[in-house]
């Protein structure tokens, strides 16, 4: 069966902690005992081969075990988190899905029959192959979802490369092609995963000093604001081995920042999207933006100052959107990057470059050069439609004094004067709150 | 309401002096046009800032620049007195 490699590891460490959630400590025979659970599950259930099903969970044994027992009957998973609201039914309703099946830590909550068909064309390309599948959603820039649905068994298949692991944060979440990403990372050396019930920045610190994390995979928002609000001094970090950062551009004052207060902790970026999985990468140093992507050069290329990938971990395509592949089979990142030898420095995405009168602005830029300013705490950049300029820079800026919306505007525009090209200094702003100007995943919230 | 001593005057006086314009205050001064001191990115500003002092005045949300503002033969944004017409215009609209 596909996932045959990682069960016969996870018996050679069956005595190996697994997870820790919430103080309580799990182990490898406790993910073996809850894979034969959900297989006898999912078979007591009539949920045969090929089925499209749901999984509402989060990191745990008993979701360890019902996804790879899912893989091993090559089902289609849907990975979801309660934090979806509605959108859960959306993702179902797109997937076709047949089953909806919600885990707690340790046990089957409830399996529902739903009324999708588990037709698409990609899963029959999945039956002929007789491999398993995972669909991540991808949020996009028309505001409609869509599903990448990738072959689960080339997914996993990297991993049977036993890899080096530490004690490590799932930052990201479960339903989350890098939250999934790292797990079976844990899970092909047998490391422990330190779930996290919250994503609070006190609550994620306080969490590394007690288990003495040693690699927190994150987003450059939440680095931001640990470094703002200075609570990294509060916590005991000296675990810390290593800080991986991805999903968004970092802005190059706060890599800076993070440089020279945690001169010993190695600091890398990853590179991963839904539709890519995660790449193998390795940053230029630790205070450099320039990234080399994947194992192999050969499988990266440039066109159009967008970044094409090729190679066997790309989705197979969208559920509900038109193919993102060129003709000869590269996958179009929509990120715009800059190449320098092996090199590569992500801009951002195609589709949030603000084109002003003509000109183009990067909102990373922008917010890296705002997050300089004293009295700003986040900032995050969008354009907004002006018939005037076609587009202008808008920002919402997140600042800890208690400026005037006037006076902080005045004081931005005098800080920036000189520095920042004209255009590309924010014609409109607006004063908001933490909450507005980050996801619930701690990713900035441009919207 | 004098939207002219009100409304626009305030903002060009606030912009005179931030942004360094060579400019007097009259109900002929140029905004938009030939013999104008504003560049389109200061236009733009300018517009808004002009938004944000009537909302501030008045709780109204008005939108200046609109396509149709901007297709009109006469532009509204020829000087002080044609933009405080305009905007008498949009709050006799929304009334």
């Known amino acids: ?447 | 309401m004098n939207i002219v001593e009100e409304i626009i005057y305030p903002v060009l006086q606030e912009f005179k002096e931030t942004e360094g314009l060579d400019i007097e205050l009259s109900p002929e001064l140029v905004i938009f046009g030939d013999g104008s001191e504003f560049d389109s990115l200061t236009l733009v500003r300018f517009i808004i800032g002009i938004q944000e002092q009537i909302l501030d005045l008045t709780d109204k949300t008005v939108v200046l620049a609109t396509p149709q503002a901007m297709s009109r033969s006469k532009s509204p944004f020829r000087n002080v007195t044609t933009l405080a017409e305009y905007i008498e215009e949009l709050f006799a609209e929304a009334e």
């Open chain 1, 1 to 447: 069966m596909h996932t045959d490699f990682l069960k016969e590891r996870f018996h050679e460490s069956k005595d190996s902690l697994a997870f820790i959630i919430d103080d309580k400590e799990y182990f490898y025979k406790d993910v073996i005992s809850k894979y034969n659970e959900a297989y006898s599950f999912l078979n007591e259930k009539n949920i045969v081969e090929n089925s499209v099903v749901a999984v509402e969970a989060d990191f745990s044994p008993m979701s360890v075990g019902m996804i790879l027992a899912l893989a091993d009957m090559n089902c289609i998973i849907i990975p979801l988190t309660n934090a979806l609201g509605n959108e859960k039914k959306t993702y179902c309703d797109i997937a076709h899905a047949q089953y909806y099946i919600k885990l707690d830590i340790d046990s089957i909550l409830s399996c529902e029959k739903l009324d999708g068909d588990g037709y698409h064309d990609l899963y029959n390309l999945l039956k002929e192959r007789q491999h398993s599948g995972i669909i991540f959603f991808t949020s996009g820039s028309t505001g409609i979802s869509k599903g990448a649905v990738h072959d689960f068994v080339l997914f996993i298949e990297k991993f049977k490369v036993k890899r080096k692991t530490k004690k490590m944060i799932t930052f990201l979440m479960f339903d989350h092609v890098g939250g999934i990403n790292t797990l079976m990372h844990n899970l092909s050396g047998c490391g422990c995963t330190i779930a996290l019930s919250d994503r609070k920045p006190q609550y994620v610190l306080s969490i590394i000093e007690k288990y003495k994390v040693q690699v927190l995979p994150t987003s450059p928002t939440f680095i931001n604001l640990i470094l703002v609000s200075e609570l990294y001094k509060k916590y005991n970090l000296s675990s810390l081995e290593a800080i991986s950062y991805g999903s968004e551009v970092m802005p190059e004052y706060t890599l800076k920042k993070l440089n020279q207060l945690f001169p010993s902790i190695k600091i890398v970026q990853s590179y991963g999207m839904s539709e890519l999985g995660v790449l193998d990468t390795k940053s230029k140093s630790n205070n450099s933006l320039w990234v080399k992507l994947g194992r192999e050069s050969k499988n990266v290329r440039i066109k159009n100052g967008m970044l094409e990938i090729k190679g066997n971990n790309t989705m197979l395509g969208y559920l509900n959107a038109p193919s993102p592949f060129t003709e000869d089979g590269w996958l179009m990142t929509m990120d715009m990057v800059e190449q320098d030898g092996e090199y590569y420095k992500i801009l951002g995405r195609k589709s949030e470059i603000i084109n002003v009168g003509g000109e183009k602005v990067y909102p990373a830029e922008v917010e890296s050069f705002f997050l300089e300013m004293p009295g700003v705490e986040d900032v995050a950049v969008r354009g907004e439609q002006n018939p005037l300029m076609g587009n202008i820079v808008f920002a919402k800026f997140k600042i800890s004094t208690d400026e005037s919306k006037k006076d902080f505007q005045k004081r931005m525009r005098e800080f920036a004067k000189g520095k920042l090209v004209g255009y590309k200094i924010p014609q409109q702003i607006e004063l908001v709150s933490e909450e507005d100007i980050h996801s619930v995943r701690l990713k900035k919230d441009r919207k």
